[in-house]
Structures are given as structure tokens and as C-alpha cells.
């Protein structure tokens, strides 16, 4: 059955992080990794555009294929375009420093099944407590790289990776946050070859 359709919010740009290593992959760029045809990165594209006013990919390697998608491609740094992986909290800050939006939603590009009010209930759980950052959990479990962060979090999170710290977690336990619970959305990741081969072998999803 087809999910409800939420409205189009133009306060939120969505990044999606597509940068990392792909080490469990097999080194793989995991967001170009196909599953029923499409590249992984297709299917988050599908479930996002139709929820925020912006879309940018975070890619630090094969940022001419991201490019094709037709959504603007940040690399984390100028040393990250080189092959240089800074990890997803990286990511986040090119984000913030990139996006004209007052909201940016974080996701991975290898959560294929993003529930269409994602958007819709992060912004409601930050406009409720008053705070700038969201988290998505799901059976009690965080997901720190699914998240809505305003852009005024910008110094805090640079004071952070100044720091040295790289845990998008332990930077997000330093402020006052919502977590938003998404009991009926497992966000399943396809991590590995073994997890998108066992996923192409059941029906489209």
C-alpha cells in the first residue's frame, strides 16, 4: 500500500551523507550500490524530495555520478574531494555551512525505506520542546545520523570537531535535544553486500 504523502516543507534542506568509506561494503561507494535497479542514493532521493523545499549530497568520491542526479554535491572539506575521509559529523558541518535553509534533516544514503512524515515529525518535536536538534530512534534505539539541526548550531558543532571529537552521537549528547520514536520504521542499513544482496532477493520495496 502506498504511504500517505506529507506537504513539501521549504524551511528544511535535506542532506544526505554519502561520504564515508563504505568499509563494511568492501570499500564500495555505498550510495551508488544498486538495490532493484536503482542506486541506493536514488531511493533516499525518492523518499526526501517530496518532503523538504532543498536537497544536497555530502560525496567525497565519484561526485561526478552524485552530480548526475541533479542536486548539488558538497564534499566534508577540501582534503575530503582528495580521498580523505572525515566521517558523518564532517558531513554535517559542510551541511550547515552550505544550506540557506533554516533547518537541515541529516539522513544516510543507505536507509532505502524513510517514512514519508520523517521531515513532518522532526520539526514537529523541535517547534514543541523548543530546541534546534531532533533525533530519529526506533525500538529505543538512536539513529544520530537522521536527525533535524538548525543552522545556528553551526560554531558549536566547529567548536566540537576543533576539539578533535568525531561522534555525531557524543557531540549530540552535549545539547538540548528531542528524540522522536518511529516505532513502525525499522531504518534498516544496508551495511554490507550480504544485507543489499539478501534485500534484492525479496520484492521491490
Given at each position: 500500500?502506498?504511504?500517505?504523502?506529507?506537504?513539501?516543507?521549504?524551511?528544511i534542506t535535506t542532506l544526505i551523507l554519502a561520504g564515508g568509506q563504505g568499509s563494511r561494503m568492501g570499500g564500495l561507494d555505498k550510495g551508488l550500490q544498486e538495490l532493484h535497479g536503482q542506486p541506493l542514493v536514488?531511493?533516499?532521493?525518492?523518499?526526501l524530495a517530496a518532503q523538504t523545499g532543498a536537497l544536497m549530497i555530502s560525496a567525497n568520491r565519484n561526485r561526478e555520478r552524485y552530480a548526475?542526479?541533479?542536486?548539488?554535491?558538497?564534499?566534508?572539506?577540501?582534503?575530503s574531494a582528495g580521498g580523505?575521509?572525515?566521517g558523518p559529523l564532517a558531513g554535517i558541518h559542510a551541511g550547515l555551512e552550505q544550506v540557506s535553509t533554516p533547518?537541515?534533516?541529516?539522513?544516510?544514503?543507505d536507509v532505502p525505506e524513510l517514512p514519508d512524515d520523517l521531515a513532518q515529525r522532526l520539526l514537529d518535536a523541535v517547534e514543541k520542546e523548543q530546541c534546534l536538534l531532533a533525533v530519529a530512534a526506533t525500538s529505543?534505539?538512536?539513529q544520530p545520523v537522521i536527525a533535524l539541526l538548525h543552522r545556528s548550531l553551526l560554531p558549536d558543532l566547529e567548536r566540537c570537531l576543533a576539539s578533535g571529537k568525531r561522534s555525531v552521537h557524543g557531540w549530540q549528547q552535549t545539547l538540548v535535544?528531542?528524540?522522536?520514536?518511529?516505532?513502525?520504521?525499522?531504518?534498516v542499513n544496508l551495511n554490507s553486500q550480504?544485507?543489499?544482496?539478501?534485500?534484492?532477493?525479496?520484492?521491490r520495496i
Amino acid at each position: 500500500m502506498e504511504n500517505q504523502r506529507f506537504g513539501v516543507m521549504p524551511d528544511i534542506t535535506t542532506l544526505i551523507l554519502a561520504g564515508g568509506q563504505g568499509s563494511r561494503m568492501g570499500g564500495l561507494d555505498k550510495g551508488l550500490q544498486e538495490l532493484h535497479g536503482q542506486p541506493l542514493v536514488a531511493w533516499v532521493i525518492k523518499r526526501l524530495a517530496a518532503q523538504t523545499g532543498a536537497l544536497m549530497i555530502s560525496a567525497n568520491r565519484n561526485r561526478e555520478r552524485y552530480a548526475a542526479f541533479g542536486y548539488p554535491v558538497i564534499a566534508d572539506d577540501p582534503l575530503s574531494a582528495g580521498g580523505d575521509f572525515q566521517g558523518p559529523l564532517a558531513g554535517i558541518h559542510a551541511g550547515l555551512e552550505q544550506v540557506s535553509t533554516p533547518w537541515l534533516l541529516t539522513v544516510p544514503c543507505d536507509v532505502p525505506e524513510l517514512p514519508d512524515d520523517l521531515a513532518q515529525r522532526l520539526l514537529d518535536a523541535v517547534e514543541k520542546e523548543q530546541c534546534l536538534l531532533a533525533v530519529a530512534a526506533t525500538s529505543g534505539r538512536r539513529q544520530p545520523v537522521i536527525a533535524l539541526l538548525h543552522r545556528s548550531l553551526l560554531p558549536d558543532l566547529e567548536r566540537c570537531l576543533a576539539s578533535g571529537k568525531r561522534s555525531v552521537h557524543g557531540w549530540q549528547q552535549t545539547l538540548v535535544h528531542a528524540e522522536v520514536g518511529f516505532e513502525n520504521c525499522g531504518f534498516v542499513n544496508l551495511n554490507s553486500q550480504e544485507d543489499l544482496q539478501a534485500c534484492n532477493a525479496l520484492s521491490r520495496i
